[in-house]
């Protein structure tokens, strides 16, 4: 019987095949998460706009600056510029009005003088979320809007607040006083909003009952599907270290005679480095959100029962040896 055996330099091709394979596929993954980054802020991103039939109008930019899942707030410059018989220039009303929005921090009204230059304000508005969540965490918000400027009194008028502004975030209500809006004109708005937050993604919508009543921009926040992506791969690492320590206790333990003492310090290690890997994840909560439970939490227990079993093992294996 003649056994044939496969040449040598036929199982070299193969193998070197095989490197050239994986390698390409490796390139492959790394150029392509490169140029998906390139648009990453384009799919994160959020650009509104609204505009109002009436030529008489205040036109509101909201540019917003800052998320804070952790505080619960969320940061915007507002800038308003005068249009049609309401400006006297592009930044000067030529009536006085008065802006109302649901401001968190500080001051709620707003009031710009006749004849005087409209400067940027900035607001802090409320988020309604469950940080715990991370990395599925969302938040949803309003902006309120309202500008006024003091009625003629063949003007009179009560403006009314739409159903669901009683309802917004705790916070986050636009509360107008009735006799004020009596003595004033409600002035028609045109909004515009850009937001774009690194490792946050937006969605929203501007919500209004007509051109002449209170303008609400309702925004819906998560986190950026690179976020999402990063914090997973993070945890199947952590799981992954976790479980491959634990093999190697169980081998190291179960392998005859002698004793490897290898395992003990690297479960020593990865104790204090799985808290530095996980707090890799951007913008990661405390300890305890939903991300924890998934790996941390549990890879944490087995490297601390394995680095218990193997000085276990060992104490009781140095008695038995002469």
Known sequence: MTITREPETTRKKIGRFKKMALFAILAFVYCFVLLRSLNEGSRRS???????????????????TGVNPATQELTAQIGLQPQG?????????????????????????????????????????????ELNKYPFDHYSTTLWF???????????????????????????????????????????LTISLSASTPGI?????????SSRKVTGVKLKIRRADSVIT???????????????????????????????????????????GLPALRNVQPGVPPVGAFGDYVSFIWAEIIVGLSAIIVIWTWLLHSHEEP
């Open 146 to 188: 309202l500008i006024t400027t003091p009625a003629r009194k063949a003007e009179s008028q009560t403006a009314k607040i739409p159903e669901g502004a009683e309802q917004a975030a705790p916070g986050g209500q636009l509360v107008v006083g009735t006799t004020a809006l009596q003595q004033s004109t409600t002035v028609p």
């Open 201 to 209: 993604k937006f969605d929203g919508s501007v919500s209004r009952e």
């Open 85 to 129: 018989a309401l400006a006297q220039d592009e930044v000067t009303p030529s009536v006085d009005l008065e802006l109302l929005t649901n401001n968190v921090r500080s001051q709620q009204q707003f009031d710009f003088p006749k004849a005087k230059r409209m400067n940027r304000i900035e607001a802090v508005f409320p988020l309604n979320g």
């Open 46 to 64: 959020l650009q509104l706009r609204d505009d109002t039939d009436a030529a008489d109008h205040i036109a509101i930019s909201v540019l917003v």
């Open 230 to 272: 990063v914090s997973f791969l993070l945890m199947m690492l952590m799981s992954g270290l976790a479980l491959s320590l634990l093999a190697m206790v169980v081998k190291a333990t179960t392998s005859g005679p002698k004793f490897d003492l290898v395992p003990l310090s690297f479960s020593i290690s990865l104790i204090f």
